[in-house]
DNA sequence: GGTAGACCTGGACGC
DNA sequence: GCGTCCAGGTCTACC
């Protein structure tokens, strides 16, 4: 099953896949000419979707013959996925006197590859903190194996976890060399386990139950998390509302805002700090409160306008 | 409201 | 190979 997807211009499937380290996080993976993405769907068939560059959009591209409810689903998550709605214009408008940012909309750069749930991506922000890049790899990759629905697995109902648990292959010995392509869990997958599972297995670490409870909150119907997507919320609601989930601070509440669309937070990491510092300030030890003030003018734009700013020491 | 210490892991470094 | 130190955001207790 193959489909093409219209996109509001300019768009470039390469500048959203390119747009930040998400790529690189399971179920996703990169392939010769796009993207792969193991998705799991409301009927409970999990697939591997590719998706790639079309004429005025994005393909996307199924192996399995799909329902037409899983069509519909699937061009809907791939919509939401690389911001295929997104009007930039502004932003463009904006930046096209800033020749630090001249580049933006020839490149048509803004838009930021999202999870198709925003329970995974609060996870996967969550397991940004605190660690390396290649330790959030570790921890994504561990729930996802441990977690995940198996590609192949088509039996399991909408509201069933994977019908194997890898967690019994632990139990009986190490796992294959070649681990089964797993979807992302769904939170009433990790709600079933324990802290103790995620810190020892998954090695989440002091994560762990801040992973646990957002999974709870969810599977129990007390956090609506996936409404947020859509609420026509100002950013300072939202801000609340991502601040209330243990394990976001302020870092990770401006990179979620950033991946719904709110880009009047910048997400101060260390990161962040060396680049303001080797920008303006000598390199000298700087705050957030010097980050803020790089951007601020930049005002509801401040986020885009930092991260997509052509640093002049980023190396 | 601001600050210090704890949290956990992996990588770098010295021995 | 082993032990130690440090970096990376957030939470909690305390002032």
Redesign the pocket.
Do not use: C, L, Q
């Given at each position: 099953m193959k489909r093409t997807l219209s996109a509001r211009p300019p768009f470039s499937f390469r500048a959203v896949a390119d747009s930040h380290g998400w790529r690189q996080l399971a179920p996703f993976s990169g392939d010769a000419d796009g993207l792969s993405y193991i998705a799991r769907l409301s009927t409970g068939r999990v697939t591997v979707l590719h998706l790639a560059a079309a004429p005025d959009g994005a393909q996307i591209e199924s192996a399995d013959a799909l329902a037409e409810g899983e069509q519909a689903e699937i061009a809907t998550m791939a919509g939401w996925m690389l911001g295929l709605d997104q009007d930039l214009s502004a932003f463009y408008a904006a930046a096209q006197h800033e020749p630090k940012l001249a580049q933006v909309a020839e490149r048509a750069q803004g838009r930021l590859l999202r999870s198709p749930t925003l329970f995974e991506d609060v996870v996967k922000t969550i397991l940004t903190?605190?660690?390396?890049w290649?330790?959030t790899i570790?921890m994504v990759q561990a729930l996802v194996d441990l977690f995940g629905a198996q590609l192949d697995d088509v039996s399991s109902g909408p509201l069933e976890g994977p019908s194997s648990s890898p967690l019994d292959e632990l139990a009986s010995g190490p796992l294959p060399a070649e681990p089964v392509r797993r979807a992302f869990p769904l939170p009433k997958s990790i709600a079933q386990t324990d802290v103790e599972t995620l810190?020892r297995d998954a090695?989440l670490?002091?994560r762990a139950p801040?992973v646990l409870e957002l999974a709870r909150r969810i599977d129990s119907g007390t956090l609506d998390l996936e409404a947020l997507k859509t609420a026509e919320l100002p950013t300072d609601e939202l801000r609340k509302r991502l601040r209330a989930?243990?394990?976001?601070?302020?870092?990770?509440?401006a990179n979620l805002l950033m991946l719904l669309g709110h880009y009047d937070a910048i997400p101060i990491?260390?990161?962040a700090l060396t680049l303001v510092s080797k920008e303006w300030h000598g390199g000298a030890a700087i705050g957030p409160a010097e980050v803020e003030a790089a951007f601020a003018h930049w005002g509801q734009f401040k986020g885009l306008a930092y991260w997509f700013w052509e640093w002049s020491n980023a190396g």
């Open positions: 903190t605190n660690t390396t290649s330790g570790r810190r090695r670490g002091y801040y989930i243990k394990g976001v601070g302020p870092y990770a509440v990491d260390s990161w």
